[in-house]
């Protein structure tokens, strides 16, 4: 019979608060708390509950797979507390119980060669363009962009390890990627331009390449861009140059012998021992 507001902030601040997903699990239980109010209780929480939430968050044209990601967040807590109790969470069973006309999953937007020139050939802040050039040049989840940092490259091999030392591998996994010319090119010219600001001359330390602190702010910037008038892309993300690239490379794989194997190692699908 324990507050839902105890389960959701011990599992909050014992295990999601140290991962990329922790605004996500918070703004989930902000959500539960919204529908079901501060004092409710763990012991109410039954399919009626659940059903519940399923129509109140689908009233607010929440597609079907962000109420089953919210619903697997309140599994995991209930989980981690050691609490019997089941949560339905899988999309497929919530559309065919509750919500058979649920809002689909928003499509991919992967812009043409004519659309991203005309996003490019704005005056892009310097953090943003940035973080286009990192992401087009190893096709990343867009907080490795962020996460980027001089130890993780190996100029002698000329391959950047995108997982930062101190983060350990997840289902989120992060590869080792070649580094191309134009992208070392880059990188080399940053850290010549921040060296030569020290008096030391070296590297600050945690410095990273792109100056971004979350993804917030990069899609921020890039919705300040997307809809200027000469741009017009209403649907640009920061996961759409992640998309993008994998369109380039799933193109080049006849003209260019690129193999589902080079594509799946490149975006991480694939861990490297499976070879």
């Known amino acids: 019979d324990l507050p839902l507001t105890v389960v959701l902030e011990n599992y909050f601040t014992e295990r999601t608060d140290h991962l990329p997903s922790k605004k996500t699990a918070r703004n989930a239980g902000k959500l539960f708390l919204e529908c079901w109010g501060k004092l409710a209780r763990v012991s109410a929480i039954d399919e009626a509950k659940q059903k519940e939430f399923a129509l109140w968050s689908d009233k607010r044209s929440h ?59 704005c005056e892009l802040p310097e953090n943003l363009w940035r973080w286009v050039l990192i ?8 907080q490795t ?19 930062p030392p101190h ?13 191309p010319k134009v ?3 880059w990188l080399d010219r ?18 990273h390449y792109c100056g971004y602190t979350s993804i917030e702010g990069v899609q921020t910037a890039i919705d ?22 994998t369109t380039v490379l799933r193109r080049s794989k006849r003209s260019h012998g690129v193999t589902e194997d080079d594509i799946s190692l490149q975006l991480g699908h694939k861990r490297p021992q499976a070879r």
């Open 63 to 121: 597609s079907l797979a962000y109420i089953a990601r919210n619903l697997g967040v309140l599994a995991a807590a209930l989980s981690h507390a050691k609490l019997d109790v089941e949560i339905i969470y899988n999309a497929n069973t919530i559309s065919d119980k509750w919500l058979p006309n649920a809002k689909p999953s928003c499509k991919r937007f992967v812009p043409t060669d004519d659309e991203l020139a005309r996003f490019l050939n």
């Open 135 to 142: 992401q087009m040049t190893t096709a990343g989840r867009p």
């Open 145 to 163: 962009a962020l996460d980027l940092a001089p130890e993780m490259r190996n100029r002698q091999t000329g391959v950047v390890d995108l997982n």
């Open 167 to 179: 983060r350990r591998q997840n289902k989120k996994y992060r590869a080792t990627v070649r580094e």
């Open 183 to 185: 992208l070392r090119g």
């Open 190 to 207: 940053w850290e010549r331009e921040v060296r030569a600001q020290q008096s030391d001359n070296c590297l600050p330390e945690d410095w």
């Open 224 to 245: 300040r861009i997307r809809v200027l008038p000469q741009v017009n892309l209403p649907k640009l993300t920061a996961y759409s140059f992640r998309h993008l690239v």
